[in-house]
């Protein structure tokens, strides 16, 4: 990546951080995440112009209400402080190698990886990548900060549930070797309404949602948990095709969370990875159940798989330019997924989930 096109993200990112991490009351600001995806893609020439448009919809940066210590766990998950987190984070990441900072609190913020729908972790590893490609760039470094900051004042946590799956229930989920069996496999609330936070209360009022996150193994083997982590990304994208109707926006996330958690774990001691899967599927799965439609769409309502002629690499780009040309940072984002699992499957129907997504989300 040249200087001129990270600089092209260090400035989007300093206009940014004068924004909140949120606006209108609940949405979260995707600015930070989608321009760094279009740089990361080629598309570093129309990122002022996105942004002058998009910054129009966001709100200042809040203010703070006092410093974060020691107490630091009163603070969790209270929206309040996000002001103070960042203040925190930014004080941490000053005093040591965003790496130490980034292996400390991972664990700590694990397992509220659903907060604010997932868009903490994601704002996080859209920051790791940028860090990983481009170096430790002082303004790539504090978009870390704010990340880590935003995933703290959201922290939440998923229902377990009751008592623990039955060991005959477990036995009847044996046959579903595969990651997209498994994702096939997890229940449906029955009252798909209200907002996240009203949909995953309901899980744990779910008789079969403590099977579903007991029948998903988590193998102890770093490498292991890596392959199988991508496995859940390349799974929920391509469910995503069929299924996404069922939410066009907050489907998205399945795939774009896990897929965070992937790019993140280069940063990560490798002791880290098991427990970052068990994570992702725990968030991927809730989405699911909270969102899915009951039944899929009809075959012939699907965007065709693109024709045949072109290089992969020329497919996986112009898929990406045209969630650039549609401007949602919805699209833009599981684009920026897609493309990814397109690369890494060869399965036409990731370029077809991404075109999809165009089509159910409002550009």
């Given at each position: 990546?040249?200087s001129a096109v990270v600089g092209t993200l260090d400035e989007a990112y300093e206009r940014l951080h004068a924004t909140g991490p949120e606006f209108d009351g609940f949405l979260s600001n995707h600015g930070p995440m989608a321009v760094e995806a279009m740089v990361r893609h080629g598309h570093s020439d129309v990122v002022g112009?996105?942004?002058?448009?998009?910054?129009?919809?966001?709100?200042?940066?809040?203010?703070?209400?006092?410093?974060?210590?020691?107490?630091?766990?009163?603070?969790?998950?209270?929206?309040?402080?996000?002001?103070?987190?960042?203040?925190?984070?930014?004080?941490?990441?000053?005093?040591?190698?965003?790496?130490?900072?980034?292996?400390?609190?991972?664990?700590?913020?694990?397992?509220?990886?659903?907060?604010?729908?997932?868009?903490?972790?994601?704002?996080?590893?859209?920051?790791?990548?940028?860090?990983?490609?481009?170096?430790?760039?002082?303004?790539?470094?504090?978009?870390?900060?704010?990340?880590?900051?935003?995933?703290?004042?959201?922290?939440?946590?998923?229902?377990?549930?009751?008592?623990?799956?039955?060991?005959?229930?477990?036995?009847?989920?044996?046959?579903?070797?595969?990651?997209?069996?498994?994702?096939?496999?997890?229940?449906?609330?029955?009252?798909?309404?209200?907002?996240?936070?009203?949909?995953?209360?309901?899980?744990?009022?779910?008789?079969?949602?403590?099977?579903?996150?007991?029948?998903?193994?988590?193998?102890?083997?770093?490498?292991?948990?890596?392959?199988?982590?991508?496995?859940?990304?390349?799974?929920?994208?391509?469910?995503?095709?069929?299924?996404?109707?069922?939410?066009?926006?907050?489907?998205?996330?399945?795939?774009?969370?896990?897929?965070?958690?992937?790019?993140?774990?280069?940063?990560?001691?490798?002791?880290?990875?098991?427990?970052?899967?068990?994570?992702?599927?725990?968030?991927?799965?809730?989405?699911?159940?909270?969102?899915?439609?009951?039944?899929?769409?009809?075959?012939?309502?699907?965007?065709?798989?693109?024709?045949?002629?072109?290089?992969?690499?020329?497919?996986?780009?112009?898929?990406?330019?045209?969630?650039?040309?549609?401007?949602?940072?919805?699209?833009?984002?599981?684009?920026?997924?897609?493309?990814?699992?397109?690369?890494?499957?060869?399965?036409?129907?990731?370029?077809?989930?991404?075109?999809?997504?165009?089509?159910?989300?409002?550009?």
């Amino acid at each position: 990546m040249t200087s001129a096109v990270v600089g092209t993200l260090d400035e989007a990112y300093e206009r940014l951080h004068a924004t909140g991490p949120e606006f209108d009351g609940f949405l979260s600001n995707h600015g930070p995440m989608a321009v760094e995806a279009m740089v990361r893609h080629g598309h570093s020439d129309v990122v002022g112009s996105w942004l002058d448009a998009y910054i129009r919809r966001l709100e200042e940066f809040p203010r703070g209400i006092g410093s974060i210590g020691a107490d630091w766990r009163e603070a969790l998950g209270d929206p309040r402080r996000v002001a103070d987190w960042t203040e925190f984070f930014c004080g941490e990441i000053r005093e040591r190698p965003w790496q130490q900072v980034l292996n400390a609190w991972w664990p700590r913020l694990l397992p509220g990886l659903v907060a604010a729908a997932t868009h903490g972790v994601i704002r996080v590893g859209h920051a790791v990548r940028a860090l990983l490609a481009d170096g430790d760039d002082d303004t790539h470094i504090a978009e870390l900060a704010h990340g880590l900051a935003y995933w703290a004042s959201r922290w939440q946590t998923v229902p377990t549930g009751h008592a623990g799956a039955s060991a005959a229930s477990a036995a009847g989920q044996a046959h579903l070797a595969t990651t997209a069996e498994l994702l096939a496999a997890v229940p449906r609330i029955d009252e798909q309404s209200g907002g996240v936070g009203e949909r995953l209360a309901r899980l744990g009022r779910l008789p079969t949602w403590p099977l579903a996150l007991a029948g998903f193994g988590v193998p102890a083997a770093p490498e292991q948990a890596r392959a199988r982590l991508a496995d859940l990304v390349d799974a929920a994208t391509l469910r995503y095709l069929s299924y996404g109707h069922g939410n066009g926006i907050m489907l998205v996330h399945t795939a774009t969370a896990p897929n965070a958690v992937l790019r993140t774990l280069p940063a990560l001691d490798a002791a880290l990875w098991p427990p970052s899967l068990a994570a992702a599927w725990t968030a991927t799965s809730a989405l699911t159940a909270v969102y899915s439609p009951a039944y899929p769409a009809e075959r012939a309502e699907l965007p065709a798989p693109p024709a045949g002629g072109e290089s992969r690499e020329d497919t996986a780009e112009n898929t990406f330019a045209r969630a650039v040309e549609h401007g949602d940072v919805h699209v833009i984002k599981f684009a920026d997924t897609a493309v990814e699992v397109f690369a890494r499957t060869g399965n036409p129907d990731a370029i077809s989930a991404a075109l999809r997504a165009g089509t159910l989300i409002e550009p």
